[in-house]
């Protein structure tokens, strides 16, 4: 089927606002992460799932971000009282399996605060 | 913390010259992945190596995994126009927490 999917590719918001990133993996992916890219750098880890489980979520920044995947397939994540700092490429992967499985990545959503 | 390391972090290259990058881990490695993300694509899986002193091949793309599970090289044998992107390197570590590494951008002339 369709790789992963990502929603909005673009996203610009005003400081303060909150954000909603939604992806869409894979069918039948058991795992969803979520990477924060900057521009020329690697992808960071954000958050990771395993089902509806969130299996590690020490990449998360800061208690402003949080991600939930409640039945175990699409997932969102959340930036509230956005800040300009919060301005990157965010990215979602899925995996057949656990992290030692190849990871898909969506196209990415290009957050902009202003 | 654990880092990954990648270098060079650009590298300038004529078509049908050879290319290297490396990526060296502060800590042992479960794995390591490579990916290769093309200018603004997304990040695509190459390859993934488990195994101590692993070697692997692709067409033109030789990959291996060091000894200690603390460093992994990627080469290419003359290189295309085609192979223009930025490569990473990615590894967990035993506890299952996983690291990209800065990457390497190769550009080809033609």
């Known amino acids: 089927g369709a790789g992963v999917s990502q929603s909005p590719r673009y996203k610009v918001t005003k400081r303060g606002q909150d954000v909603a990133l939604r992806c869409d993996p894979i069918?039948?992916?058991?795992?969803l992460y979520w990477y924060r890219q900057a521009l020329g750098q690697g992808p960071e880890f954000l958050t990771y799932?395993?089902?509806?489980?969130?299996?590690?979520k020490s990449g998360l920044p800061n208690d402003r971000f949080s991600a939930e995947r409640p039945e175990g397939s699409i997932s969102t994540l959340t930036i509230q009282r956005t800040e300009q700092r919060d301005s990157a490429m965010y990215r979602c992967?899925?995996?057949?399996?656990?992290?030692?499985?190849?990871?898909?990545f969506g196209p990415g959503t290009r957050l902009t605060v202003t | 913390g654990q880092q990954v390391m990648q270098i060079p972090q650009y590298q300038h290259v004529q078509e049908g010259e050879d290319f290297t990058t490396y990526c060296n881990s502060s800590t042992t490695l479960s794995n390591i992945q490579w990916y290769k993300q093309r200018p603004g694509g997304h990040p695509v899986f190459l390859i993934q190596?488990?195994?101590?002193?692993e070697v692997k091949k692709q067409k033109r793309l030789t990959f291996q995994f060091g000894e200690a599970k603390k460093n992994s090289s990627l080469h290419i044998t003359a290189t295309q126009t085609t192979d223009v992107g930025t490569y990473f390197c990615?590894?967990?570590?035993?506890?299952?927490?996983?690291?990209f590494g800065s990457g390497t951008k190769l550009n080809v002339k033609p």
């Open positions: 992967a899925s995996s057949l399996g656990g992290p030692l499985d190849e990871q898909y």
């Open positions: 190596l488990v195994k101590s002193g």
């Open positions: 799932f395993n089902y509806e489980a969130q299996q590690d």
């Open positions: 069918s039948g992916h058991v795992s």
């Open positions: 990615a590894g967990i570590d035993n506890f299952n927490k996983f690291y």
